[in-house]
């Protein structure tokens, strides 16, 4: 409840990296709540240096020994986006924020393992590796239609799980005397005592989950074959009961009680909502939930506002557990979204680069055709000061973009031809010029092979300039089994294509030099296609 100690001076609003805790809700109905609970309410009329980028409403408080910054999301406006914007905005004004809390409403899913009643709690709780929220979509809500995971999010910061951890220890040992708290905010401000008291239990009716809400034809809560039957609670247990696990988010709201039960047998979903996953790969928080209905058909606004409430109580409850010292240690939600970004990036270029090495397994290459092979490695090469005349000229004529892009170097056998195709590969290598090598030899395994030239290169290439890669991964993937296709449809698959969309796609291409040799070696029904 807000208070302000005779003699307290609040502090400078100005500052913003006094807020340290990030509360965002969704509708006006939780805004309330959360204001509520508020220990004290700073002024906001000196709170102007605000970001450009920030269009969000806020109220700033005290709770506990820690400052709180609550945004709530454009009225009329809800869904994953809408909060993902809140709380990307949240963050531009609020840099210092270092946890962060989604408390509101939610739809609950009772099951025969988890009896969730009307004025619960749900709390986000990690499962099975997993964090406490999953986005689905289930497309239009028909019953027995299929339902898709879309992903399961990021886990809250720790400081947060072991606050819950704590709490609920504490609640087994003393119960949570959230009843009692909330009356004293209700005795205090009379204004709210009738939208946000807890309803009759009378009012709490769960529905069988093939009956469906009809306007014409209301349900009535006489007909007990109509509902579920569950006992009464006891002095023994907690009103509000709080429970711990996955909550499900999507897009629209859960109003069919089939696919509810459906994920709630599956997942053990214990809530539906549609705001938290907009926010857990941006914004890590744990999300509170009251329970206001049962994700059905026979949806009312009579437990809306004590679940607020509820919701509220506990937010609170958690947020005076945690201890200033260990929220200083904790990064910033900046700082672990940007260290979030890098792993998914460096893990996006592990998997592209896994992808791209595979689909390169698939060519068939003959590893002793390079120049550099390690069979070919006493194999002649120019003395130094020899054939200085034509070495210069095909460089010379390499290296000139408007000269012509092929050199024919021909001669009698013997003549040193392959010597000096050896030498230039070398010295193009040395100057980062050389794409690839092939230097055919008969008699010597496949190195006579034509078929396996143009694969031959193309791996070389890919290696020696990775600009060509994916569009050489884009050819493999759309040709099965390329080496057995003919050498020209090779060429331009591998070679050509290649690289003709590299340089649409980049300006700054390379330039590669090819050196092949003794093409008489090649099989003789080939040589003249090459």
Known sequence: MTQLLEGTQLPDTSNREIYTIGWIRAISTENVAARAFLDETHDMKGFVPLSKHDNNDYTLGRMGNHNVAIAVLPEGEYGLSSAAVVARDMLHSFPNIRIGLMVGVGGGAPSSKHDIRLGDVVVSSPRDGHGGVFQYDFGKTIQDQEFRTTGFLNQPPVVLRAAVSGLKATFELEGNNFEETIGEILKENRRLRRKYSRPGPETDVLFCSQVVFDPEHLANTEDQSSLVQRPERTEEDDIPAIHYGLIASANQLMKDAVVRDKLAAEKEVLCFEMEAAGLMNHFPCLVIRGICDYSDSHKHKGWQGYAAMAAAAYAKALVCRIQQARLDKEKTIAEVISLIENVNYNLLEIKARTRDSDALNRLSVIEGAAYDAHQNQHDPTCHPDTRTEILQDIMTRAKDDKDQRIYWLNGKAGT?????????????????????????KRGEGERNKASLLFSTIARQLVRKNEKILPFVVEALDGTENISSKTIEEQFRKLILDPFEEARWDSDNIPQSVLVLDALDECESRMTSRL
Do not use: N, P, Q
């Not at 040193?416 to 055919?440: E, M, P, V």
């Open 416 to 440: 040193g031809k392959s010597t000096i195709a050896r030498t230039i590969a070398r010295a193009f290598d040395d100057i980062h010029l050389l794409g690839a090598s092939f230097f055919f």
